[in-house]
């Protein structure tokens, strides 16, 4: 019988995973902060139509400036999880072996 059965979890590799997604996460964000004044839009004229489709475009854009926000937090929960589980791991692992 095999001396080692069962789980094995390799916590470096869960740290490493959770710093890169919080490394995307940072860039995510960064870039939606520089790029946020490149999408407002402005009326190309003051008739009806252009003032129209500016006020939709921007409303579109809010929304996915919203979602990424939202985007952003979900990947540094993950982040955050993926470490609360590598000192889970760790912990286990420690009081196991003590």
Same mark, same amino acid.
């Given at each position: 019988?095999?001396?080692?059965?069962?789980?094995? $979890?390799?916590?470096?590799? +869960?740290?490493?995973?959770? &710093?890169? $997604?919080?490394? $995307?996460? @940072?860039? *995510?964000?960064?870039?939606?902060?520089?790029?946020? #004044?490149? +999408?407002?839009?402005? #009326?190309?004229?003051?008739?009806?139509?252009?003032?129209?489709? /500016?006020?939709?475009?921007?409303?579109?854009? /809010?929304?996915? /400036? @919203?979602?990424?926000?939202?985007?952003?937090?979900? +990947?540094?929960? $993950?982040? &955050? /999880? *993926?470490?609360?589980?590598?000192?889970?791991? @760790?912990?286990?692992?420690?009081?196991? @072996?003590?």
């Amino acid at each position: 019988m095999p001396a080692s059965q069962g789980l094995s $979890i390799d916590t470096r590799q +869960l740290a490493d995973a959770a &710093a890169r $997604i919080d490394e $995307i996460a @940072t860039r *995510l964000d960064d870039l939606m902060k520089v790029e946020r #004044p490149h +999408l407002e839009t402005v #009326p190309v004229g003051r008739d009806e139509v252009s003032v129209r489709a /500016a006020a939709t475009l921007d409303t579109v854009q /809010a929304s996915y /400036a @919203t979602s990424a926000v939202q985007g952003v937090a979900e +990947l540094r929960e $993950i982040a &955050a /999880a *993926l470490r609360a589980g590598v000192g889970n791991v @760790t912990g286990a692992e420690a009081e196991f @072996t003590a």
